[in-house]
């Protein structure tokens, strides 16, 4: 598996790979205006074709995960993993010493992603995702502080 950077010109690819995630995909034209701005990047893990991407954005010492998806045949297999550790790796290099992120608590797979990876809660957002079912769920606000020297 190779997990390479993405730029405005992945955008449709990337856009196909968050598909993989969520029923309401943002949209190319989306993923290419949000990586002209500073501080957001994006990468794509390839094995054979796309299967999975993650967006960030740093702005200082700080990065925010916005989103990370993985081609649901493929998940289990640590393409998540990867995908997330080389946007921490990315954004520690580029001067980030901790990294925040939002997650719903009714997601398992994604909870015990980040757990693993280190991220500890530090908060929580009351019915902050619409489920579209009429009940909404609560998200945990989420950190990890990079060990100093880990770049
Ligand atoms: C969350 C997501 C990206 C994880 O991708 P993945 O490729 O399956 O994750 P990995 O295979 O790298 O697994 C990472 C760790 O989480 C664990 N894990 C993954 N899915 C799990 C599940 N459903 N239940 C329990 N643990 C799980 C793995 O065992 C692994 O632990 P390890 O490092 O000790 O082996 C994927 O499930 C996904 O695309 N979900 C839909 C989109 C989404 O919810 N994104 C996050 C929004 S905040």
């Known amino acids: 598996m190779k997990v390479r950077p ?3 010109e992945d955008a449709v690819a990337l856009s196909q790979a968050h598909a993989f995630g969520f029923d309401s995909p943002w ?8 990586l002209t701005n500073p501080g957001v990047f994006a990468l794509l ?3 054979g074709c796309d299967c999975g991407m993650i967006l ?18 493929r998940r289990g297999k640590g393409i998540g993993r990867a ?14 010493v901790t ?11 994604a909870l ?7 991220f500890r809660r530090t908060g929580l957002r009351k019915n902050y995702y619409d489920r579209g079912d009429g009940e909404p769920a609560d998200a945990l606000v989420m950190r990890l502080d990079f060990p100093a020297g880990r770049a």
Do not use: K, W
């Not at 200082?60 to 998806?69: K, M, P």
């Open 27 to 34: 949209r190319p034209a989306e993923f290419a205006a949000l």
């Open 6 to 8: 993405a730029g405005p």
């Open 45 to 47: 893990a390839q094995l």
């Open 99 to 109: 990294a925040f992120l939002e997650v719903g608590v009714d997601n398992a797979a």
């Open 112 to 118: 015990a992603l980040y757990g693993r990876a280190g």
């Open 56 to 73: 960030c954005r740093a702005v200082v010492d700080e990065v925010e995960v916005l989103t990370i998806a993985v081609d649901s045949g």
């Open 83 to 96: 995908l997330l550790t080389a946007a921490m790796n990315h954004a520690q290099a580029a001067g980030a």
